[in-house]
């Protein structure tokens, strides 16, 4: 049952792509790989990885060029076909690739709980696959979407959650941000000490980064 559910969806992915990139050649429609690809999403889903992975590789770069100019719908539905083709070449890193950005644009229209939905994912296939830098950007970007939703406390969990990341990948300023966003959020929950005292760590790392 799960499996013809994700087939259904697929294909409907699919299906709605076509209405929506019929005119993107400058793409897709001269890669024979693609097109073949293509074909088989809406023909029970069989085709080649090759096949899958070029289509994937060619949608994701659309989905960047429609973000770049600003039709982030468009963009949105080419991340779509990029996850889809991803799926069915079993790429567990482009998937979440492309998930991450169709999730960070769901958080630029103010969509957030689109947005957390897709980062939830995403996290877990990253923390399957061990990639711990995609981990801590969702964490981070998930303690975003829960800040704007007024969620403070949820927001706090995965803000502490990336600043111990951070650390540990020695990524001073990915550690910046999480200070930055640790100090508003407290700010929100009129923690006044625990604002200050964040917001002193973040004025102190950024001073040292300003001199590097």
């Known amino acids: 049952m799960k499996n013809y559910k994700l087939k259904s969806s697929l294909i409907t992915i699919a299906i709605i792509a076509f209405t929506y990139m019929a005119n993107a050649n400058s793409f897709t429609g001269n890669n024979s790989s693609v097109n ?3 074909l088989a ?3 029970h889903l069989s085709t ?3 096949d899958a992975m070029a289509a994937a590789n060619a949608y994701e770069n659309q989905g960047s060029y429609y973000a770049f100019i600003n039709k982030k719908y468009q963009a949105i539905i080419a991340y779509g076909m990029a996850e889809l083709m991803y799926k069915i070449a ?4 482009g998937i979440a690739s492309s998930s991450f950005k169709a999730s960070m644009i769901y958080f630029e229209k103010g969509k957030y709980y689109i947005g957390i939905n897709g980062l939830l994912s995403v996290l877990k296939l990253s923390q399957l696959t061990n990639d711990s830098v995609t981990v801590a950007d969702c964490l981070s970007n998930l303690g975003n979407g829960y800040y704007e939703l007024k969620q403070y406390d949820t927001a706090l969990e995965y803000m502490h959650k990336q600043l111990e990341l951070s650390h540990k990948l020695n990524d001073q300023r990915k550690v910046s941000d999480a200070y ?13 000490d625990e604002a200050q005292k964040y917001l002193q760590l973040f004025a102190n790392l950024a001073e040292s980064l300003a001199k590097k």
Do not use: H, P, R
């Not at 079993?90 to 890193?93: E, M, Q």
């Open 90 to 93: 079993c790429d567990t890193a």
């Open 48 to 50: 080649s990885k090759k």
């Open 41 to 43: 999403a809406v023909n």
């Open 180 to 192: 930055k966003n640790l100090a508003k959020t407290y700010q929100k929950l009129n923690c006044k």
């Open 36 to 38: 073949k690809a293509n």
